[in-house]
């Protein structure tokens, strides 16, 4: 199973863009689906996950700009993200934890740029 990331692109500060993951099979019993950024020079960081019961939870600097999603379906996960700054410029990866906190896939990142 892997995990295709997209919707990331260049926008200008103020603006929006809506990142998708999806698995390319099955991933049974999901516990957490995630997104990550790592921003150049530093370390990954969690931005936003849901859980298997819909619970939410986000990074500080992102709550009321992101909102996370998923359609367990399908298996993907969403993020859209709003009133982007410059500081949301990194490389967004998604995650998805499954079988009781066992597994875990990540996603091959997406460049999120914020520049006018």
């Known amino acids: 199973v892997q995990l295709q990331a997209s919707g990331g692109g260049l926008v200008q500060p103020g603006g929006s863009l809506r990142l998708s993951c999806e698995s390319s099979?099955?991933?049974?019993?999901?516990?957490?689906m995630s997104w990550y950024r790592q921003i150049l020079g530093k370390q990954r960081e969690l931005v936003a996950l849901?859980?298997?019961?819909?619970?939410?939870n986000y990074l500080d600097s992102v709550k009321g700009r992101f909102t996370i999603s998923s359609d367990t379906a399908k298996n993907t996960v969403y993020l859209q993200m709003n009133n982007l700054k410059p500081e949301d410029t990194a490389v967004y990866y998604c995650?998805?934890?499954?079988?009781?906190?066992?597994?875990?896939?990540w996603g091959q990142g997406t460049l999120v740029t914020v520049s006018s």
């Open positions: 099979g099955t991933i049974f019993s999901i516990n957490l």
């Open positions: 849901t859980t298997s019961g819909g619970g939410t």
């Open positions: 995650n998805v934890v499954a079988g009781n906190f066992k597994d875990a896939y």
